[in-house]
């Protein structure tokens, strides 16, 4: 099952996207969750691993860039690629609240190519998001180091059991962010 997880597509899919399950008290849930993903927009690149299954070891980085939830909702929509060697894999996902939790998709979902987000909650400087694609079950948890850095870590359940399979270090890409000039 864990192999199944590592397709080229299916593992950095979910391996690009951050991601998060600690009860948040409801009258201040929106606003709290609202900083979070403030603080996690803007752009991003970073080495990863895939450390279990059968792709163990193999290296790979990111480049992804966040925005707010569309229409304004509570969430983040990021893109973006990560690549292996000469291979670049096209990167997106959609996480917005929904009720008292989290739903969304990266790539085109469980139906697709993808993982769906089925559960969520954010909690302080981290997110844990539950993902599942048919009988995959797992959790990616993001947590923002500071203000520029955010580390990833993806893991699926085996058995009774939660496995790290997948580890991102990001760091704010600085080079992507436009600077404006200054008049003497």
């Given at each position: ?125 981290r997110i844990v998001l539950g993902i599942n694609r048919a009988?995959l079950n797992g959790a990616m948890i993001a947590r923002m ?40």
């Open positions: 099952m864990v192999s199944r997880f590592f397709s080229f597509s299916g593992g950095f899919s979910a391996a690009a996207i951050m991601a998060m399950t600690a009860l948040v008290p409801q009258a201040h849930a929106g606003s709290r969750d609202q900083a979070f993903f403030e603080n996690a927009s803007g752009a991003w690149k970073g080495p990863g691993e895939i450390v279990a299954g059968k792709y163990k070891g193999t290296k790979f980085t990111c480049n992804l860039t966040g925005e707010p939830g569309p229409d304004g909702e509570t969430g983040i929509k990021l893109d973006g690629t990560c690549r292996v060697g000469v291979f670049k894999q096209p990167m997106s996902a959609t996480i917005i609240r929904k009720g008292d939790g989290y739903k969304g998709q990266f790539l085109d979902g469980a139906d697709g190519k993808g993982l769906d987000i089925v559960s969520g909650a954010v909690n302080g400087d009988t180091q500071d203000k520029n850095a955010m580390n990833i870590t993806i893991s699926v359940r085996v058995e009774d059991e939660m496995v790290p399979v997948i580890g991102l270090a990001l760091t704010r890409d600085t080079d992507a962010v436009v600077v404006g000039s200054i008049k003497n």
